[in-house]
């Protein structure tokens, strides 16, 4: 059974920071795509960043600056930080696990909610 638990979320000043970590069971970690989404109350989820099997990594816009996406595949973890934090980065944030080049697999955590105070 293949489950995907995100942590690390809370309540946060603007301007501070946060690092979410996701682990991951019943699948091998390694071989999978890792990302990160967030769906804002009213809003679509969005995908926030991303990295692959090999370590290559993407993000939106949005955060581009001030996140970073990172894995440890021997603790089968995957960890999304983001600094400079705004209001607008309120959201309830989803780890994702695929294996895009093949599709195939398309695993989601319940998520775990951020919220940003001005």
């Known amino acids: 059974q293949v489950q995907l638990v995100e942590s690390g979320g809370g309540l946060v000043q603007a301007g501070g920071s946060l690092r979410l970590s996701c682990t991951a069971s019943?699948?091998?970690?390694?071989?999978?795509?890792m990302d990160w989404y967030r769906q804002a109350p009213g809003k679509q989820r969005e995908l926030v960043a991303s990295i692959t099997s090999a370590g290559n990594t993407n993000y939106v816009d949005s955060v581009k600056g001030r996140a970073t996406i990172s894995r440890d595949n021997a603790k089968n973890m995957v960890y999304l930080e983001m600094n400079s934090l705004k209001s607008e980065d309120t959201a309830v944030y989803y780890c994702?696990?695929?294996?895009?080049?093949?599709?195939?697999?398309?695993?989601w955590g319940r998520g775990t909610q951020v919220t940003v105070s001005s």
């Open positions: 994702r696990a695929s294996r895009r080049r093949i599709g195939v697999g398309n695993y």
């Open positions: 019943g699948i091998i970690f390694s071989i999978y795509d």
